[in-house]
């Protein structure tokens, strides 16, 4: 085997990848005495980025290294199971037998819904769909839901409210050179999509103002004309300041308004007593910034307005994107070239991961589990009676609250790392602690791989085949270039196994992966995320396709909502609804405001990009960024050790004094877990309109700390 044609498995414009062997040279082993030969298996393997049409040939230093994490000898190449208190190895009979009989027995003693189902936005679209089928038919349980609930929920549920569907980018790509003017509110593109920023820069060259909100100087407001360094938790204000303005001059597109959206005359409660220099102060700018944003994007011909975690992750996340929404619609700035608006989805398959049915709501292809119709249909896909089809469950973060009560006894966890991702981690270790099993899928011992009673080994993305959706809305096929390393086994033949075992088998029954994918077409057709012009053969030709895409002969659609949106009516729905403000609130005990999030070499909570060699020295361990005003007033040095605590927990992590950030807000990256685990202290108050946990807002104080009280937590001890 000398070439791999992949995917990169990190976030949402999955660039494509070759890797090309070269024979290693020779390396002196006193060089790198530590290094055995299987370490040195990756260092073989060099990636170089295949042209596509997102990231036109690009990749980054997270793509360009990600292998390392796949070869790694870290990986779990064979099931695991807790005996004695410490994970041992086992045959995956007894594995798949011994969950098996336990979910039986759990669903007899307890009821089907005492089992939580717990997924991912990096599982294919085959597996997510899978999953989902497995939660509702295969276990009878009502109770699932997945990672994308902290990443997408506010996005999704604003979108699918105000245009009739949810597909993070209303246009493509190649839009965006095309915009006059570009608001990017809470996305570090620089950093987390990086091989898109050179179409913000050939915007730039084109002439367009590029607007960036955001409370730190980030890489990508170092590209802005404008930066709004805003306070965290302030964005749904400041748009309603930028409507206001933009009506009170003029700017609205009044056809536009009159013919293609309802609600409009809502906007009038809304805006009463909205006043600019109010604002300001609330979000911590210059009023003259605002005034200038609003001018700007109100004037331009053209242009595109972005959100990503940072004006979403908040409990009015859902709003805040709403009202910035509003400023789309009324000027009229969606459904032409060079116009839309983009949510920028985050993990890899996020866009399809949230929309076959890993949700508590959510049947496949954007359908809902409450909609007897939906029901009716996905029930005569499935050949089962609408009735056998349990009713909704809850948020992801809902789910640990359950388990912390006992009323989630089993867990079955394929793709997450729940114990470091959720806010509020001291209540979700205690929710896992307390569970009768807990079960996780994975490729390595995460750290809720660690506090688990069976794990069972994974295929990489190198190792297995199927269908993700990026950023786009293209869906692309991405098919297995390696072998599967030891009894490593693909996600969805483990769902198949554990189907049979539970008797339900002959639901599960699929030879290929396609068989999955051509039955997640049929169950998407006529819905809103319709899949059925699909298939893998067109994959293969195609360079992917845009859904919806009806039917076979359908070029699907790149740019929507050209003529009319999504609802009955083909109207848009601009948001009236009152704003409710964002907690917790900074008080004189926790007086500044921590947020979080992502740095350029780590990935999400940092099990597979900690096992590549490269990204991992890039950034060894955790920090705060703080400025160096906070730091005096606290008496913190640079690289000094320090303790942050919020009404719910602490953790401890190093300083790093910058002035890029705003004195009154303190930055932690969210890629480690542990005593340096952000959400030790991140509170869990969620979104009353998508339950999305308000991560980037919690009031917390900060003091410096001798290292030795930094002491490691005990891990439930393995031996494999
Ligand atoms: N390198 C890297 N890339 C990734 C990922 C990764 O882990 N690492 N993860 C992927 C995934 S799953 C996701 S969801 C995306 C996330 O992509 P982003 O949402 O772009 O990433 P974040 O760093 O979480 O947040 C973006 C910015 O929001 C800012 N921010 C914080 N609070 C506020 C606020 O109140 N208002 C505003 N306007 N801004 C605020 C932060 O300072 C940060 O710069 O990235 C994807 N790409
Ligand atoms: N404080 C704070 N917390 C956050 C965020 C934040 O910005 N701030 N962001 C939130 C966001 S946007 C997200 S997306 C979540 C992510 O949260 P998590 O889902 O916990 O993050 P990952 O690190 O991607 O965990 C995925 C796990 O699945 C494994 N895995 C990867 N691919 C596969 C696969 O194909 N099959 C199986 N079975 N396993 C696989 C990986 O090895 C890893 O252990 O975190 C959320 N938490
Ligand atoms: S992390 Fe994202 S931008 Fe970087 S190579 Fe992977 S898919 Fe492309
Ligand atoms: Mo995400």
Redesign the pocket.
């Known amino acids: 085997m000398k070439m791999m044609q992949t995917q990169c498995p990190?976030?949402?414009v999955q660039c494509k990848i070759t890797l090309n062997y070269k024979e290693a040279e020779a390396l002196p082993s006193t060089l790198l005495p530590s290094v055995s030969q299987t370490d040195c298996r990756y260092t073989n393997w060099q990636a170089e980025g295949t042209p596509n049409a997102a990231s036109q040939g690009r990749i980054c230093v997270?793509g360009i290294n990600a292998h390392q994490h796949a070869m790694n000898r870290e990986r779990l190449v064979f099931p695991l199971i807790r005996r004695n208190g410490t994970l041992v190895k086992a045959t995956w009979t007894e594995a798949l037998d011994r969950i098996s009989s336990h979910f039986q027995s759990a669903a007899r003693q307890y009821g089907p819904d005492s089992i939580g189902v717990y997924g991912g936005?990096s599982l294919t679209n085959e597996t997510a769909y899978l999953l989902g089928k497995f939660a509702r038919i295969g276990l009878k349980t009502r109770y699932i839901d997945y990672n994308g609930r902290f990443?997408?929920s506010a996005a999704a549920s604003a979108g699918s409210k105000v245009f009739g569907l949810d597909r993070g980018m209303t246009c493509r790509l190649e839009d965006i050179p095309l915009a006059n003017c570009i608001i990017l509110?809470?996305?570090?593109?620089a950093?987390?999509?990086?091989t898109l920023l050179p179409y913000f820069n050939e915007a730039r060259a084109n002439g367009a103002q590029i607007i960036v909100?955001?409370?730190?100087k980030?890489a990508?407001a170092a590209i802005a004309d404008l930066h709004l360094q805003?306070?965290?938790?302030?964005?749904a204000i400041l748009a309603l300041a930028l409507l206001h303005l933009i009506i009170e001059n003029g700017w609205v597109d009044e056809s536009f308004i009159h013919n293609r959206t309802n609600g409009y005359d809502d906007l009038t409660s809304l805006l009463n007593g909205i006043d600019t220099e109010q604002v300001a102060e609330q979000c911590g700018i210059p009023a003259e910034q605002i005034r200038q944003a609003a001018s700007w994007y109100g004037q331009a011909q053209t242009g595109i307005i972005f959100t990503?975690?940072?004006?979403?992750?908040?409990t009015d996340g859902h709003l805040a994107v709403r009202y910035l929404i509003n400023l789309v619609l009324a000027t009229g700035k969606i459904g032409r070239p060079g116009c839309g608006y983009g949510a920028?989805?985050?993990?890899g398959n996020?866009q399809g991961g949230r929309e076959h049915g890993q949700k508590a709501d959510q049947l496949p292809g954007y359908r809902s589990i409450e909609n007897p119709e939906d029901r009716q249909y996905i029930a005569s896909v499935w050949q089962v009676d609408p009735d056998e089809i349990p009713s909704k469950g809850v948020s992801a973060y809902e789910m640990m609250e359950l388990a912390d009560r006992q009323e989630i006894r089993t867990l079955f966890v394929m793709g997450s790392n729940p114990v470091v991702s959720n806010p509020n981690i001291p209540l979700v270790r205690s929710a896992l602690e307390q569970l009768d099993m807990l079960v996780v899928a994975d490729m390595f011992l995460s750290e809720t791989a660690r506090m688990a009673d069976i794990v069972l080994p994974v295929t990489s993305y190198l190792e297995n085949t199927g269908t993700l959706t990026n950023l786009e809305g293209r869906v692309l096929l991405r098919e297995a270039a390696a072998p599967a390393p030891g009894e490593t086994k693909d996600d969805w033949r483990i769902l198949c196994e554990l189907a049979v075992r539970l008797d339900r088998g002959h639901y599960f029954d699929y030879r290929e992966v396609e068989d999955i994918f051509d039955e997640l077409r049929l169950a998407s057709r006529g819905g809103t995320a319709d899949y059925y012009g699909i298939t893998y053969d067109r994959l293969r030709r195609e360079e992917g396709v845009y859904w919806p895409c009806p039917t076979p002969e359908h070029h699907g659609m790149p740019l929507m909502f050209a003529e009319r949106f999504a609802h009955e009516d083909g109207r848009a729905l601009f948001t009236g609804i009152a704003h409710h403000a964002v907690r917790p609130q900074r008080s004189p005990e926790y007086p500044l405001c921590l947020?979080?999030?992502?740095?350029?070499?780590?990935?999400?909570t940092g099990v597979q990009t900690r096992r590549s060699a490269a990204l991992a020295a890039r950034e060894l361990e955790n920090y705060v960024e703080i400025h160096p005003l906070t730091a005096r007033q606290h008496h913190l040095q640079d690289g000094e050790w320090t303790e942050i605590q919020s009404a719910h927990g602490r953790f401890f992590v190093r300083c790093r004094i910058s002035d890029q950030i705003r004195p009154d807000t303190l930055?932690v990256p969210?890629?480690w877990g542990g005593t340096q685990n952000v959400n030790e202290a991140t509170s869990p108050e969620l979104d009353p309109y998508c339950k999305m946990p308000g991560f980037?807002?919690t009031a917390v104080s900060i003091r410096p700390v001798h290292a030795g009280i930094v002491q490691m937590q005990a891990q439930p001890s393995v031996s494999i």
């Not at 805003?230 to 964005?235: N, Q, V």
């Open positions: 990190f976030c949402s997270k936005g990443c997408m509110a809470g996305t570090n593109i950093e987390c999509q990086p909100i955001d409370p730190r980030t990508t805003i306070r965290p938790g302030t964005d990503a975690r940072g004006v979403e992750q908040q920028i989805t985050g993990q996020g947020t979080n999030g992502r740095v350029l070499s780590h990935y999400l930055f969210m890629h980037k807002v």
